[in-house]
């Protein structure tokens, strides 16, 4: 049961952050430190947590929701 309540809170994280990058789409200078300010966590914290709930960087996480 840990890991389904795991995921969906990952699940839940990335739909945070895709929501944030996608009212920014318009921002080309945004980037982790932004993010990172909307989410009200550390940089480091940011880059830890999108890359192991998504498997991509943030920049990659960001590149791929500009590109869809």
């Given at each position: 049961?840990?890991?389904?309540?795991?995921?969906?809170?990952?699940?839940?994280?990335?739909?945070?952050v895709e929501g944030i990058?996608?009212?920014?789409i318009e921002d080309e200078n945004f980037g982790v430190s932004d993010l990172a300010a909307?989410?009200?966590l550390s940089r480091s914290q940011v880059l830890r947590k999108v890359k192991a709930e998504s498997g991509k960087?943030?920049?990659q996480f960001?590149?791929?929701i500009r590109l869809r």
């Open positions: 049961s840990i890991p389904n309540k795991t995921s969906s809170m990952g699940q839940t994280f990335l739909h945070k990058i996608l009212s920014k909307e989410l009200h960087s943030v920049n960001i590149r791929d």
